[in-house]
């Protein structure tokens, strides 16, 4: 194991090592997927609801800014767990920042609370209802990470990831342009926290063993990781095979058929979880967590495509 040193070590280096250092703790693949979700979903409410001004002014007054925000949010929780992780990081990622010994657990915690503080305030300017959400979940993701630490705890750790990254984050997206109690909406945020619900076991199974060591209870250490795969295949599946029910009763427009064909990637992920547990080649986690992440961007982008469509044409 690696001695932990202090972060002076992060003085010493050289400019272009510090800045990876510090990329390398902001994970920036998994900032890429909430920005591009949440411009998707802020295009889609733009279009639908038929909001006022010039498109052009409006996506870089108000959607990419509301984006970043999201994207630092993300930030932070991601830094947030890296500090409260360093036992589990020391096993099963000890190539991480942390663990390395190159940045101290109390800088990594500083950085974090000033990008959520940033967060807020960014948020705070954008858009009232967009503030509330995106400050609550601030605090899921905090509670995540702190005491009483959710991640610890079985079945609500899945929820305490699919609530804010899903839900919360669909609906703070949508808030800026309209309103949450339309079915649209509703539907759709829901499709994503059941999706996530399931697909968020994905990033558990390379830290299993660590996670057990260290107190952190999750699907894949206690029933394993195949009867874990198929515990959660309902959520993976059924929210996309439920756009017809959804169709059918009026919640969704029938141009939303097409988004049915990502119960095709939803099974994908439950086959990579039980046949394939190795790394990905690119990312640092699996080839379930790597497809779980690509469908939910796709996922987004389809639906905003088709929701921009149907509101042009209409």
């Known amino acids: ?67 970043f925000c999201l994207a630092i949010l993300n930030a932070a929780s991601n830094i947030l767990n890296q500090a409260t992780d360093l036992a589990t990081d020391r096993i099963s990622k000890p190539y991480r920042p942390i663990p390395r010994g190159v940045i101290s657990v109390k800088r990594a915690t500083t950085i974090s609370f000033l990008l959520y503080g940033l967060a807020l305030c960014l948020a705070f300017f954008l858009n009232m209802m967009f503030f509330i959400l995106v400050t609550t979940i601030a605090i899921f993701t905090i509670s995540y990470s702190l005491p009483p630490r959710m991640k610890d705890q079985l079945f609500l750790n899945q929820l305490w990831v699919a609530i804010p990254r899903g839900l919360l984050g669909i609906f703070a997206s949508w808030s800026l342009f309209g309103s949450l109690f339309e079915p649209l909406p509703i539907v759709i945020g829901c499709m994503t926290l059941l999706f996530l619900i399931g697909g968020t076991i994905t990033k558990d199974i390379t830290d299993k063993d660590a996670d057990k060591s260290t107190g952190t209870k999750t699907l894949v250490n206690t029933f394993g990781i195949k009867k874990a795969a198929f515990m959660v295949l309902p959520f993976l599946f059924i929210p996309f095979a439920f756009v017809p029910l959804m169709i059918n009763v009026g919640m969704l427009e029938s141009y939303f058929m097409i988004l049915t064909l990502f119960a095709i990637p939803g099974y994908l992920i439950f086959y990579c979880m039980v046949k394939d547990k190795t790394r990905s080649i690119l990312f640092e986690n699996t080839k379930a967590w790597s497809l779980m992440y690509f469908t939910y961007l796709l996922f987004a982008i389809s639906f905003s495509i088709l929701t921009v469509l149907g509101s042009v044409i209409s």
């Open 1 to 67: 194991m690696q001695k932990f040193i202090s972060d002076e070590t992060v003085k010493e280096l050289d400019f272009s090592n510090k800045l990876k250092v510090y990329v390398d703790l902001l994970r920036p693949f998994t900032l890429l997927t909430p920005f591009i979700v949440s411009i998707s979903i802020m295009i889609a409410s733009f279009f639908y609801n038929r909001a006022s001004g010039v498109f052009n002014e409006v996506l870089f007054r108000m959607i990419i800014p509301s984006g």
